[in-house]
């Protein structure tokens, strides 16, 4: 049900890569919300992934960027301002990726180049779209940004590798940025902490429908869904969440709260 919650407002969202993608799932809600949307992946990304049909659907532009060259994201927000004919009033960053755990090298024995990599796309492509946002000046005052976090960022998921780092590292860099921002043009900096999400990035971990079922039956409220997600960054983008900044929000049916669900124990009444 939309309510034009978005009505008037500018977005880029980075990620979509096809129908199970959260980002993909954000853009349609945006939409729906009222608002314009600017779609960005990176060439290797949209060559095997469907972005230009989502685009057709909201009509939306497409323009791609490497989020990991700072050429690339400066022609991207660039042409975005020039689409819009001015400001932006709100980013979704959904990149990640690892070379480790697409080749299934365990924890204690990564490599380390590709660890590299999977800092520099999936989180330090994060401190770039924002500097390069503030070098362009591009965000309108009260805007909002937000990136997909996950709470491998604080507990231990063997199988997350060095994914759980990239997310520590990002939500570290939305609290620092997220100062500077909120001070300079009241923009406010967030990351959403999702449930384990059916995705083609998340269901490339090792072992993911396990601990997939195993968020479901301890979450109170089962699984957060992508539409969920979409949801939320819908109310983080709009005019309802104008003071929440610098914060890591976890979106997960309550599974960050829990300590031991007795559902996942068995009948333990035996004995």
């Not at 939309?2 to 939409?31: M, P, T, Y």
């Not at 449930?195 to 968020?215: E, H, I, L, Q, R």
Request: aromatic content about 10%; some cysteine.
């Amino acid at each position: 049900m939309a309510n034009n919650l978005l009505k008037g407002k500018k977005g880029v969202i980075f990620g979509a890569l096809d129908e199970q993608s959260i980002a993909w799932k954000v853009a349609e809600r945006c939409h729906e919300e009222g608002a314009q949307i600017v779609l960005t992946n990176a060439p290797v990304a949209m060559r095997f992934g469907k972005i230009n049909e989502l685009a057709e659907k909201i009509g939306a532009p497409v323009i791609p960027a490497d989020a990991t060259k700072n050429e690339d994201l400066e022609a991207l927000f660039s042409q975005a301002q020039e689409h819009f004919g001015g400001g932006i009033d709100f980013v979704l960053h959904s990149i990640g990726m690892s070379l480790n755990v697409r080749k299934k090298k365990e924890y204690t024995d990564l490599n380390h180049e590709w660890m590299k990599t999977t800092f520099d796309i999936s989180a330090i492509s994060f401190h770039r779209i924002m500097q390069t946002l503030w070098k362009l000046d591009a965000m309108n005052e009260w805007g909002s940004i937000a990136a997909l976090s996950y709470i491998a960022a604080q507990r231990v998921f063997p199988d997350y590798s060095e994914m759980a780092e990239s997310k520590a590292l990002l939500e570290s860099f939305a609290r620092s940025f997220g100062y500077h921002w909120g001070t300079r043009k009241k923009v406010r900096v967030n990351t959403i902490s999702q449930s384990p999400t059916m995705t083609t990035a998340g269901s490339g971990v090792k072992g993911f429908m396990d601990f997939f079922n195993y968020a479901d039956k301890m979450s109170p409220l089962g699984n957060a869904t992508a539409e969920d997600c979409a949801n939320y960054c819908v109310f983080l983008f709009s005019d309802l969440s104008r003071m929440i900044t610098m914060q890591n929000l976890f979106h997960d049916g309550g599974f960050s709260s829990m300590g031991i669900n007795p559902a996942l124990m068995g009948d333990q009444s035996e004995g």
